[in-house]
């Protein structure tokens, strides 16, 4: 993960101190009693300011791309509760506020705009992280016709600046059809295709933060399109 955006003063915003103060507490305090005791902290200082701050998100990129005109905040924040019902781990609470802002919202394939915070930084990114086994043969078809396409959509100087490599979980084998391109771009063997990028916590304080974050959104167009059309060849 890189850093290599110039920041300005910070300027308060959509956030405070308070909201990684809170983050800071529930990492320490990890329960149900904790939470209700700090339950408004958590209303007023993250839920309400996240969902002004995805709201504004929207707005932006669907000023940038079509198909985010329809998506509500509710459509993109995750939950901050844990699904524990098959973990080993039992905490109950998220330790970050996190959206997934892509057409289709949060559950969606389509490679749109990924942002996590917590008490610690600020995750910016996107891609393709649940991809459908069907799905994937299609984006690797696409992806082999043309695999030095793919390797100089990641080694832009605008992307790579400000992600580096395209991550995802990868298959040790692939189908005999796309071996051969693999030796050209071992991404191939990925089951997974998002980059992402980390910031320090105090960059969410900033007054600019939603075009700190739609710059980083920007630099993906590129790759965002390709995986978009990949996705879309069945």
């Known amino acids: 993960m890189r850093w290599r955006m110039p920041y300005p003063a910070l300027e308060m915003s959509h956030f405070t101190p308070s909201f990684h103060t809170f983050f800071s507490g529930l990492e320490a305090h990890n329960d149900r009693e904790w939470y209700a005791a700090h339950k408004s902290d958590y209303e007023h200082h993250v839920r309400d300011p996240f969902k002004a701050f995805v709201t504004e998100l929207i707005e932006a990129c669907g000023s940038r791309e079509e198909g ?8 993109c924040i995750f939950r901050i509760h844990r699904d524990t019902r098959f973990s080993k781990d039992k905490t109950p609470y998220k330790l970050h506020a996190s959206a997934g802002i892509s057409p289709g919202g ?3 394939s389509d490679p749109g705009l990924y942002i996590h915070a917590d008490a610690h930084k600020v995750v910016v990114g996107g891609g393709v992280y649940w991809v459908e086994k069907e799905d994937l043969y299609f984006l690797r078809e696409k992806i082999a016709r043309d695999p030095q396409a793919f390797n100089a959509l990641m080694e832009a100087p605008a992307f790579a600046s400000q992600y580096g490599p395209v991550l995802g979980e990868r ?10 391109a693999a030796e050209q771009c071992p991404h191939l063997l990925n089951k997974q295709f998002f980059y992402m990028a980390e910031l320090p916590s105090r960059v969410l304080l900033q007054e600019d933060i939603v075009d700190v974050v739609m710059g980083f ?4 167009a590129p790759m965002r399109a390709f995986l978009r059309s990949g996705l879309q060849a069945g």
Request: glycine content about 0%; proline content about 8%; aromatic content about 12%.
């Open 68 to 75: 985010y005109d329809t998506l509500a905040p509710k459509d």
């Open 106 to 108: 949060k559950k969606s």
């Open 171 to 180: 298959n040790v084998r692939l189908p005999k059809e796309f071996q051969a």
């Open 217 to 220: 959104f920007d630099a993906a």
